[in-house]
């Protein structure tokens, strides 16, 4: 890959049609800003009416003591042209601080996120 475009030796792979894509992930609520990230194969974004965002509480394990939310993303048809399927949870108050890291804990920042 180069710049988000694909390139290939020799021809494309075949097409995959995702007949169900969903992700779940538990997010940190204070102080933050939550999106849903998609892309087609020509890198622009998938038609709103193609998938779903919500907050869910079936499955949900939230960590003691922090105010978090559960969240789903979902397709709502099948789909072929599925280039970025994700989350991106952005929180504030870490604004110019070093741009990876985890908690003093160890654990990662997301932490739950299962895709089916």
Same mark, same amino acid.
């Given at each position: 890959?180069?710049?988000? =475009?694909? /390139?290939?030796?020799?021809?494309? @792979?075949?097409?995959?049609?995702?007949?169900?894509?969903?992700? %779940? +992930?538990?997010?940190?609520?204070?102080?933050?800003?939550?999106?849903?990230?998609? =892309?087609? /194969?020509?890198?622009?974004?998938? @038609?709103?009416?193609?998938?779903?965002?919500?907050?869910?509480? %079936? +499955?949900?394990?939230?960590?003691?003591?922090?105010?978090?939310?559960?969240?789903?993303?979902?397709?709502?048809?099948?789909?072929?042209?599925?280039?970025?399927?994700?989350?991106?949870?952005?929180?504030?108050?870490?604004?110019?601080?070093?741009?990876?890291?985890?908690?003093?804990?160890?654990?990662?920042?997301?932490?739950?996120?299962?895709?089916?």
């Amino acid at each position: 890959m180069t710049c988000g =475009l694909p /390139t290939y030796a020799d021809k494309p @792979p075949g097409k995959v049609q995702f007949s169900k894509l969903e992700i %779940r +992930g538990v997010f940190e609520s204070n102080n933050t800003m939550l999106l849903a990230d998609t =892309l087609n /194969t020509r890198l622009l974004p998938l @038609p709103a009416d193609s998938f779903n965002l919500t907050e869910t509480v %079936r +499955g949900c394990q939230r960590e003691s003591n922090k105010d978090v939310k559960c969240m789903k993303m979902s397709l709502l048809r099948n789909y072929e042209d599925v280039q970025t399927f994700a989350l991106y949870n952005r929180v504030f108050e870490r604004d110019g601080s070093n741009y990876t890291h985890t908690k003093p804990s160890g654990k990662p920042h997301v932490t739950t996120l299962q895709i089916s």
